[in-house]
């Protein structure tokens, strides 16, 4: 099966662990965002739909700090150092969030949980691309790409559909968060795997130039950039269609 995987994925000899590696991180990764979007989209729709635009707009500014900060450290900072800091500081959040259902029942909260739903999945995925992009060469990146998220994708697909059978025995939605919790615990098992076996230092600490041109503001002269972004924009808009 594993070796089906991997032919389809178009893994040549010598790839099957670093590819695998990030398949299972990618996996958990995504049973975390599976799980996080189910809690924090039902409570809020249910509790606080009415404050739906502030919501948006507040997540959507979150969002472009967040990744700002992520753009910025990534040229300043060792790589490794800043995924660890990621992870470990969205473990601690949701972690916090969950335990503080217990002790209160306040909208903030679940607005809280709701806005920081994007900027978390940006800094997620960020990580998990460049990941990959400082363990594979352009060559072999080029091969893999179209699959090597399918473990995410997997993920997210189960979970999602896991849910409605779970829900009977779960006294209450936040539950689903430790779900979340375990998935991304068990990610960042698999990153110190891939640290420790990988070198992952961050190609901007080797090269100047490469760090000038993806500077946040720079990269924007680049035109296959800014049309690639314009067309995320515009796919991001069918999002809105969850929430009609």
């Given at each position: 099966m594993i070796k089906a995987l991997l032919s389809i994925l178009n893994v040549v000899e010598g790839e099957e662990k670093p590819v695998l590696l990030l398949l299972a991180y990618g996996f958990f990764m995504g049973v975390f965002l599976a799980a996080y979007k189910i809690v924090a989209t039902t409570l809020f729709l249910n509790q606080l739909s009415e404050y739906i635009?502030?919501?948006?707009?507040?997540?959507?500014?979150?969002?472009?700090?967040?990744?700002?900060?992520?753009?910025?450290?990534?040229?300043?900072?060792?790589?490794?150092?800043?995924?660890?800091?990621?992870?470990?500081?969205?473990?601690?959040?949701?972690?916090?969030?969950?335990?503080?259902?217990?002790?209160?029942?306040?909208?903030?909260l679940v607005f809280i949980l709701f806005v920081m739903l994007g900027p978390i999945t940006s800094l997620l995925v960020l990580g998990f691309w460049g990941i990959f992009g400082r363990m594979f060469d352009l060559r072999q990146s080029k091969r893999i790409i179209g699959g090597i998220d399918s473990?995410?994708?997997?993920?997210?697909?189960?979970?999602?559909?896991?849910?409605p059978f779970l829900i009977p025995y779960i006294n209450d939605i936040t539950n689903i968060l430790i779900i979340g919790e375990i998935g991304l615990a068990v990610s960042i098992i698999f990153f110190i795997l891939i640290y420790a076996r990988y070198q992952l230092s961050s190609f901007h600490e080797k090269h100047e130039e490469i760090r000038k041109e993806t500077m946040f503001f720079s990269m924007f002269k680049n035109k296959y950039i800014v049309y690639l972004s314009i067309l995320h924009q515009i796919s991001l808009k069918a999002t809105f269609n969850d929430f009609v």
């Open positions: 635009r502030e919501a948006f707009f507040v997540s959507g500014v979150l969002g472009v700090l967040s990744t700002w900060l992520y753009a910025t450290l990534q040229n300043r900072v060792r790589y490794s150092k800043l995924i660890i800091f990621n992870i470990v500081s969205i473990f601690v959040f949701i972690a916090t969030a969950r335990l503080s259902f217990e002790y209160f029942d306040t909208p903030w473990g995410q994708l997997t993920a997210i697909i189960i979970t999602t559909f896991s849910i």
